[in-house]
């Protein structure tokens, strides 16, 4: 009895030491992240200023605002239950720019978790690069799309602070940290499961920075187990437990069948994210970060102590690791859902090397690369944002120019109910238009707004402008219909009569 007592004491001292041992790391951590926290929030929320002035509502911000709904699908049941907080109602109003700003915090806040879990020394000294080298991660070109969601935003974010945040509480012991890591991945589940890969790059990065230290490989693998179990236990949980299977016309989150993986049809998915990404980034930023891809091999072979081969084949592996994990579990979907907003672990990926080469002693001409991708992120950030407002402006002006031909018309204003269809699309603004032929990225941020066949390109026009005994229809029988000219301008041409109008754009 006596036995079991004593042992019993030692398990309670050893927990309790633990406890002490994360509290103290904690608040180093907490002491350590302090500047480059405040630094980046100011760099952040400057980025996306312009972005918050265009006060541009982007795709179901729309339905959002005229109906208030939360109704986050694909089983974010947090994003739902958190935007009634922050919104202080479950009718859902339009609180702009609150959550962008909210974003950026916790974009800052992410971003100097990974300045402090990368640094080698104790002293808690980061310099002006070491911050510069992170700015990837908050501001890519792809994750500029998700600020650009007024109400989305802030829970976007929030699924890529949970990602990162739980290696602060390795030091916990492996319950401590292992429940950090169920936690976090079950919140980003529940908020935006694009952050998915962005975990799984911090434990590949973490165990390469573990290698550089000399850490026991049995204790790095011991970490690389305990990391993917927790992680694999958590998805595991939500997809049995809390997900749906859903389907909406431009993605679904039905996994391919076993089959269809043995066939290699992830990697024709990978395939063409990788296309996508070549074809969307400006040669500049290609050249910037495949200099920093092979400035960060080459500095990490050779200022790694351990053997070269082994080290050789560790980068070989995460490297592979990384490519397949970078758009999280997107490629495993039957619909790989392709849009900015689910890219942009490319700049997660981008900062863990950044920071960790410029922690390597004798990296300065690698560090100012790092400065110059980060300054040409900072600066198109501003170019889309002020890329927003122009298209804002054109799509208001081309819409007020159809909605008054609509009231000069006699059929138009008659007390009829008219079927009215929509048929074209306006297109980008002639600036946008007019960019080199390397923005294809903008081209792809900044929606086409007025006309075409998605519901949010007509959703402002039938439901903000108050067109009375009007009823919006898809039906392609009023194309078939002669209908008589009404109205024809450079812009626009209306056909209609008393019950059915068609509007012709330009």
């Known amino acids: 009895m006596t036995g079991l007592m004593t042992e019993f004491k030692q398990i309670l001292r050893k927990g309790g030491e633990k406890r002490s041992k994360l509290r103290m790391e904690l608040q180093r951590a907490f002491t350590q992240m302090k500047k480059p926290f405040f630094i980046l929030c100011a760099v952040y929320i400057m980025a996306i200023s312009a972005i918050i002035r265009a006060d541009f509502d982007y795709y179901d911000d729309m339905g959002r605002i005229a109906g208030g709904s939360s109704g986050w699908g694909f089983s974010r049941h947090l994003s ?6 922050l919104h202080a109602d479950t009718w859902l109003t339009d609180i702009s720019p609150l959550p962008q700003i909210l974003a950026a915090v916790m974009m800052a806040a992410a971003s100097a978790v990974i300045l402090y879990v990368f640094d080698p020394s104790t002293d808690g000294k980061t310099g002006f690069l070491n911050i510069a080298a992170v700015i990837p991660a908050g501001i890519c070109p792809y994750f500029l799309e998700c600020y650009s969601y007024k109400f989305d935003a802030p829970y976007m974010a929030l699924s890529v602070l949970v990602s990162v945040a739980p290696i602060l509480f390795l030091s916990g012991g492996p319950f401590v940290y292992g429940a950090a890591v169920v936690a976090g991945s079950l919140i980003m589940c529940m908020t935006y499961q694009v952050s998915a890969g962005v975990f799984p790059l911090m434990i590949i990065f973490y165990s390469l920075h573990l290698w550089r230290k000399s850490v026991d490989l049995k ?89 070269k081969l082994l080290t050789l084949l560790w ?62 992120f900072f600066a198109f950030s501003f170019t889309y944002g002020n890329a927003l407002k122009l298209q804002k402006d054109y799509t208001l002006y081309r819409m007020e120019l159809v909605a008054q031909d609509l009231n000069e018309l006699e059929c138009a204003v008659s007390d009829d109910i008219k079927a009215v269809r929509l048929v074209g699309n306006i297109g980008h603004s002639p600036i946008i238009e007019n960019m080199p032929d390397d923005y294809d990225m903008l081209m792809r941020l900044v929606p086409e707004t007025f ?20 009823v919006k229809t898809d039906s392609g029988y009023l194309l078939k219909m002669d209908l008589p000219v009404l ?9 209609g009569n008393r019950n059915y109008i068609v509007i012709e754009l330009k």
């Open 315 to 376: 980068l070989v592996l995460s490297g592979a690791c990384s490519l397949m994990v970078l758009f999280g579990l997107h490629p495993a979907f039957t619909m790989s859902l392709t849009a900015p907003r689910t890219m942009y672990g490319i700049g997660i990926v981008v900062a863990l090397m950044a920071v960790m080469l410029s922690y390597f002693p004798k990296t300065l001409p690698v560090k100012l690369v790092a400065f110059a991708l980060s300054w040409c």
């Open 80 to 85: 739902n239950l958190l935007s009634c907080l």
């Open 219 to 307: 204790k790095i693998l011991k970490f690389i187990l305990l990391s993917a179990l927790s992680y694999a236990g958590a998805l595991l949980f939500f997809s049995i437990f809390i997900m749906k299977t859903e389907y909406y016309g431009y993605a679904n989150n039905e996994l391919l069948s076993l089959r269809e993986m043995l066939e290699g049809k992830i990697f024709v998915h990978l395939k063409n994210y990788y296309g996508i990404m070549f074809r969307d980034f400006k040669d500049v930023w290609i050249f910037l970060m495949a200099f920093i891809t092979l400035a960060f091999g080459g500095y990490f072979l050779y200022y790694c102590r351990q053997k």
């Open 487 to 495: 109205k024809d301008t450079m812009y626009h041409t209306i056909r």
């Open 451 to 470: 006309g075409g066949d998605l519901m949010w390109n007509e959703y402002y026009f039938f439901h903000y402008l108050d067109l009375r005994n009007v």
